[in-house]
């Protein structure tokens, strides 16, 4: 059954039904591959909790003393020397650039001892959040004698 091309003209045919099953397999790996649906709304949460994550790990950077900026503004506000650590952070929000682009913040100090949680220090310079705002918090640890505070970042976009 030798055609006038002889036994080559049947294993082209082979190599193209070979290359013909490898593309349609690689196209329907990559279709489902691609996302199914857009989620726009767990998108900007998580956006919010990144931005709130790098601003508080920014504010508690560890100094030459081993203490850093955010330790200095609670040992201030919670010894007695009048400062006001949730303003002086609210203030440092507003020398970023997310302030300008509509992301807004609340400010909280909370102490968390043995008898529960306290708010000792709290600044909304923009109201109060909505209920879809992202709350950040990071626990900074005074000593002499030791005592735990959790500052809390609450974000919203405007």
Known sequence: ????????????????????VLIIGAVTFASQMS???????????TQLFLYGKDFLNLLDMERSDHTS????????????????AAANITNEWFNTSLNAKGVFCKVEIVNLTADGINVVNSNASFGEPPKEAVTVSKLVTLVK???????????WYA
């Not at 996302?35 to 900007?44: A, L, N, R």
């Not at 004698?145 to 974000?155: A, I, K, M, N």
Request: proline share 3%; charged share 15%; aromatic share 10%.
């Open 1 to 20: 059954m030798m055609g006038k091309y002889g036994k080559s003209g049947q294993m082209h045919t082979v190599e193209a039904l070979i290359a013909l």
């Open 35 to 45: 996302p199914k649906q857009v989620y726009t709304g767990g998108d900007v949460k």
């Open 69 to 84: 900026w955010l330790y200095h503004q609670i040992n201030g506000t919670m010894n007695g020397s009048g400062w006001d």
């Open 145 to 155: 004698p030791v005592r735990v505070y959790e500052v809390r970042l609450t974000l």
